[in-house]
């Protein structure tokens, strides 16, 4: 089975702080994805990475930065933690060089920003 | 930006009865596909089911069917015999860009 771990489940930060969320899977997977996910607004793509030290901007990068050192790990980074950053974010992974495979979802991490 | 639209935000259905959940896109490319997750209370995407633009029959997954009506850029999920487990969010996504539609949440009930 494929297996996507996200380092928390929950976080309560304050604001100005810089957050780091991490994101490992085990499957060898080419793409890793971060989303951010908000009631009534779905799931919305951050960044996303199709190899090691490379990353493409989604549709909401404002205030986020990415990481990906190792091909098993994405990390999100909050350079400066603010309130309207509270949601769930969600990592996932999808194998191959293109964009038409399955992704598959870590458990989430539920930011709070206080 | 090309769309995904679930114009349902809620949906009740009986136990065992089957039940439809909408989901329209918008795209000009000539080769797609459609995914369909379920979130349930616990937070994690599970992968249900993917359609892809040149199928030529609807995917069907157990339970889980696609209703995918091309010519109405329509592609919707039709859960037949709802189990109360079946109570969760489900989101629709397109291929490639990987965008989102906004979920309906299905509540089974007993």
């Known amino acids: 089975d494929v297996k996507v771990t996200q380092s928390s489940r929950y976080l309560v930060k304050r604001t100005g702080e810089k957050v780091f969320l991490e994101c490992v899977q085990d499957?060898?997977?080419?793409?890793m994805f971060w989303y951010r996910q908000d009631p009534g607004l779905g799931l919305r793509l951050i960044y996303f990475?199709?190899?090691?030290?490379?990353?493409e901007k989604g549709d909401i990068p404002e205030g986020y930065s990415v990481s990906r050192e190792k091909k098993e790990r994405f990390s999100l980074i909050l350079e400066s933690a603010s309130t309207n950053q509270t949601s769930m974010y969600l990592c996932?992974?999808?194998?191959?060089?293109?964009?038409?495979?399955?992704?598959?979802f870590g458990p989430g991490t539920r930011l709070l920003v206080l | 930006a090309q769309k995904i639209t679930q114009t349902q935000p809620g949906m009740f259905v009986q136990e065992k009865e089957a039940v439809t959940l909408d989901c329209t896109y918008d795209?000009?490319?000539?080769?797609?596909?459609l995914f369909w997750y379920k979130q349930p209370s616990s937070g994690e995407m599970i992968f249900l089911i993917y359609?892809?633009?040149?199928?030529?029959q609807n995917a069907t997954e157990g339970r889980y069917s696609l209703n995918f009506q091309k010519a109405r850029k329509s592609a919707n999920l039709v859960i037949s015999a709802s189990q109360l487990g079946d109570s969760a969010m489900y989101f629709c996504?397109?291929?490639?860009?990987?965008?989102f539609g906004a979920g309906t949440r299905l509540t089974v009930k007993p």
């Open positions: 795209t000009s490319d000539p080769s797609y596909g």
């Open positions: 996932a992974s999808s194998p191959g060089q293109g964009w038409g495979e399955t992704q598959y």
């Open positions: 990475s199709y190899d090691v030290k490379m990353k």
């Open positions: 499957m060898d997977h080419e793409n």
């Open positions: 359609q892809g633009s040149y199928d030529q």
């Open positions: 996504a397109k291929r490639g860009d990987m965008r």
